[in-house]
């Protein structure tokens, strides 16, 4: 049995001082801002006509809050993982500075709060897309990670619904413009990931964590899931321009953005090295805010 810190037996965080820092750490500010900011770009594609500030800001606070609860949750279920790897073993509930009933209503209240947020205050169809977010991210993504190596694309769906869910908000439906967007956010996240993983892979070995690059550990798969979901994200990626997203510069500037990822994923296929995985990963948290600028500027008015 793992031991548990003094203060968590307790009920009480281990810096009474620190608590609010510590909730603010299970919700993954990091990773939220990267979420916030594909619903608002789903939201600016999804108007028709007439927009409302209101309801964007409702759609990005309910996104916000049911992604921050799953985050929360996530860390719940599995604590006993992050306390065997280096990276997260400093997180709140491997320290006991959270315990897990208190993780587990935080999350469970951020979450319910953010599904009547965005039923509310932008419509139902936005609302259940994001609870379909947290139930295949929580209930299928997270407790396949430690048993099939497909887990990644499994939690890519997720991972990719933020942008449906603010042009959802903003329009009540999904069209081809919604599935592209989302499509764009799908196959990012295979590069992405799979550079985290190959550099993190001796922690998620010894959580238990079947990734790819744990399962097969010499890196050539890998190494060949990033240059082809590479690849495969330049054709995706220009889409825009061809559905009349977006003009000319945007055309141009998202192939530049792609060859110049593809690159990174090239490289890492020809040496496959800890530096390299993370020529990818630095190149992958370029690359989508770039994009979405690109998009932004070179889009239709509204």
């Known amino acids: 049995m793992s031991e548990i810190p ?46 409302s500030l209101a309801v964007l800001v409702h759609a990005v606070i309910g996104t916000g809050l049911i992604a921050s609860g799953t985050f929360t949750l996530n860390q719940w279920y599995e604590r006993e993982a992050d306390a065997k790897m280096n990276r997260t073993r400093r997180r709140p509930l491997p320290t006991g500075r959270v315990t897990p009933a208190q993780a587990f209503w935080f999350g469970a209240a951020i979450s319910l709060a953010g599904f009547v947020e965005l039923w509310a205050g932008a419509n139902l169809l936005s609302a259940l897309l994001a609870l379909f977010t947290l139930l295949s991210y929580l209930l299928a993504y997270t407790p396949l990670k430690q048993r099939s190596k497909h887990s990644t694309t499994v939690g890519a769906i997720p991972g990719a619904m933020p942008p449906l869910i603010g042009f959802a908000a903003a329009c009540g439906a999904l069209t081809l413009e919604a599935w592209v967007l989302f499509g764009i956010l799908f196959f990012w ?18 959580a238990g964590i079947r990734m790819l690059p744990v399962v097969e550990p010499d890196g050539e798969s890998t190494a060949r899931q990033i240059l082809l979901y590479s690849l495969a994200l330049i054709p995706v990626s220009v889409a825009p321009a061809f559905l009349a997203m977006s003009g000319h510069l945007y055309l141009w500037g998202a192939l530049l953005l792609g060859l110049g990822f593809l690159y990174c994923g090239i490289r890492v296929a020809r040496e496959r090295t800890a530096l390299r995985a993370k020529g990818v990963l630095l190149a992958s948290v370029l690359y989508l805010p770039l994009l979405y600028g690109l998009m932004l500027l070179d889009g239709p008015s509204l």
């Open 6 to 51: 003094v203060a968590a037996s307790f009920g009480v965080s281990a810096r009474p001082g620190h608590r609010m820092r510590d909730y603010i750490e299970l919700t993954k500010p990091r990773v939220t801002w990267l979420i916030l900011m594909s619903t608002a770009v789903g939201f600016y594609f999804g108007v028709r006509g007439a927009w």
């Open 189 to 206: 996240q295979f590069p992405h990931f799979y550079s985290i993983g190959w550099m993190y892979r001796e922690d998620y070995r010894r």
